[in-house]
């Protein structure tokens, strides 16, 4: 069973107009765009583009977790 009781201060973060408020504004794209966008994606772009990060290393620090990501400074799509 679930409790209907309100903790104090959270209302208005847990109330659906609170959060509509806050939520971020997300652009729609028609179907057309979405195929040109796949198009794009698909080209090859700048190797200089991708980054490398260290990521969950062990507490020695001689190992860890390398994740690669694509620099949006230097890709351009569209």
Sequence with gaps: MQSTAAIAGTADAMSPASAQQHAPVL???SDEQVRQLVIALEDPFDSRAIKWRVTNT????????VIAYADPRLTRIG
């Design 27 to 29: 652009e729609k794209f």
């Design 58 to 65: 062990t507490s020695d620090k001689r190992r860890g977790q």
